[in-house]
């Protein structure tokens, strides 16, 4: 019998190897896996975690498998009970079904918005992420045009492709 590792989810704990790791696995995928030239000062949320993510009704969650980072999802409040969802990745030996870290990762989220009263989280993510276009969708995600976003979501330059999901 197939057994699947454990791991678990808890909200990002601030320390300097927590965040190097953090920022090594989002990093690794984002070039090595999707071939986006992106770099850390591209992104200087990674480096202020606590003051970027978990003020408000946001958050910031690492998926743990034996003290090692495998998987990462972030609210970013961003005013009038909504949230943006952002920093969503998996190692890729942990994606998939069988670990279901993906789908623990965005209950997590689901969970937190439900009980700080948010109505709505959007998200904006690269063309590229087609297995994760599939999956905000099977998750309860509709996409939106650009123009529907609302004010204060941050759009990243990679962004061109939008969902909105109703807590």
């Not at 408000?56 to 090692?68: D, P, Q, R, S, V």
């Not at 970013?76 to 069988?98: S, T």
Request: proline share 5%.
């Amino acid at each position: 019998m197939n057994r699947q590792p454990a791991y678990t989810i808890e909200p990002y704990a601030s320390s300097v190897e927590r965040r190097d790791r953090t920022a090594e696995l989002i990093l690794h995928i984002q070039r090595n896996e999707y071939g986006i030239p992106i770099t850390l000062e591209d992104q200087p949320d990674l480096l202020e975690i606590e003051t970027f993510y978990q003020k408000g009704k946001g958050n910031f969650w690492t998926a743990l498998h034996e003290g090692e980072i495998i998987g990462t999802i972030a609210l970013l409040d961003i005013g009038q009970d909504r949230a943006a969802l952002r920093k969503m990745f998996v190692k890729k030996e942990f994606r998939g079904g069988h670990y279901a870290v993906s789908k623990r990762l965005l209950d997590e989220a689901f969970t937190w918005a439900e009980q700080r009263g948010l109505e709505e989280i959007w998200l904006g993510t690269t063309p590229a992420f087609q297995a994760a276009h599939r999956f905000y969708e099977k998750n309860g995600f509709a996409e939106v045009t650009a123009e529907m976003l609302p004010p204060g979501f941050p759009v990243m330059e990679v962004d061109k492709k939008f969902y909105k999901r109703i807590v």
